[in-house]
DNA sequence: CGATCTTTGACAATCGTTCTCAACAAGCGT
DNA sequence: ACGCTTGTTGAGAACGATTGTCAAAGATCG
């Protein structure tokens, strides 16, 4: 019944930390076999599935449908600005569109609102590097 | 070279004509089925796939993943705001979004710059069936 | 009508993610 | 340190949405 301190689990922590930005599961499982740390995929999964449930990582879609998870630095409701191409992150704060959301959900006589906001660009790196 | 108007093609269109709001490809599928025009699945993907190319449909991912697919009254930019239960949709104009989302994303150095801006809630019929 | 060339559809294949279940190991009380 | 109990792991199967395959069907045009 209480969650239990495992080697997998945090490895899969210190990945996140270590690698910053928005990976996938499966970027993730490879980063930790590349690192000696083999961890099982399922149990990734698992273990992400875990942490998001708990708020200690954010998730969100990339466009092809894939799950990408980060560990924020901030534990309170806010967006994020993606690099497309290398999953660099900017944490983005929007009182404005909060406000502006929940406004707007609310006139229409909709409930349990919640919205998606994020924005999606290339990185100066990234456009860099495609010269 | 050009695109054929077939049986298929515009049937799909029909049925998204007549349900009006965010539907799954396999819904449409199912709703064609129903109505006794028949068409393939993959058929029907590939016809969603086509208007969303040619912007004659929205295409946004529901929580699990799964395209939702619309025949939206504007054809420009908008937004949505989506009942998580039946589907039911209203579109949605946010210029103080717009506005935000590319200054934000400008000022990190950010290039080719989109933005996912999506509400879901329950609307007032559904959460009256929930009784 | 006939030739051309796109489109269709049943089915296989893909791919991210979840499930299964026997082997394993945390945490705890002794 | 030693078992017990019970949550956890992992290899592989299963799943579900979507896409690829390719021979047969049909839309368009002269
Ligand atoms: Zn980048
Ligand atoms: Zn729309
Ligand atoms: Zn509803
Ligand atoms: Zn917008």
Redesign the interface.
Known sequence: MTARMTRQRTAVVEALDELADFRSAQQLHEALRARGESVGLATVYRALQALAEASEVDVL?AED?ESLYRRCARREHHHH?V??MCGRT?E?D?P??EA??SK??AA?????????????????DC?AAAH
């Open positions: 879609r449908g600005l690099c497309r900017v983005i929007g404005t569109v502006w959301a707007v959900a229409q006589g909709f409930d349990d609102i919640e919205h998606t906001i994020e924005l999606w660009g290339t990185c100066a456009r």
